[in-house]
Nanobody, 120 residues
Framework: VQLQASGGGLVQAGGSLRLSCAASGSIFSLTDMGWYRQFPGKQRELVAAISEGGSTNYADSVKGRFTISRDNAKNTVYLQMNSLEPVDTAVYYC???????????????WGKGTQVTVSS
């Protein structure tokens, strides 16, 4: 199983970016998906999560600015980030809870991080 993230980059404050993360491989079921971020010297923290049924959860710091969504047919999760601020600068990681056909056990998988840099 692989999670392939894309969409990071450099943007000015007030701008927008859209992150995408597609899961591929021998997937039997895919339930919760989410985005986390990590600031230098800090632990990874939840940004937003979405259940298989579409229920969402956001960090207080991004509520009203970020929107998480998913396309179950494509095993893909998105993060639309609007009104970006310099404090949003971090490495963003996607996460998915996946049951593979081989093990039938739910495991958390992580994508490689994608850098988001917001200039002032």
């Amino acid at each position: 199983v692989q999670l392939q993230a894309s969409g990071g980059g450099l943007v000015q404050a007030g701008g927008s970016l859209r992150l995408s993360c597609a899961a591929s491989g021998s997937i039997f079921s895919l339930t919760d998906m989410g985005w986390y971020r990590q600031f230098p010297g800090k632990q990874r923290e939840l940004v937003a999560a979405i259940s298989e049924g579409g229920s969402t959860n956001y960090a207080d710091s991004v509520k009203g600015r970020f929107t998480i969504s998913r396309d179950n047919a494509k095993n893909t999760v998105y993060l639309q980030m609007n009104s970006l601020e310099p404090v949003d600068t971090a490495v963003y990681y996607c996460n998915a809870r996946i049951m593979t056909r081989a093990t039938l056990v739910r495991v958390d998988y992580w994508g490689k991080g994608t850098q988001v840099t917001v200039s002032s």
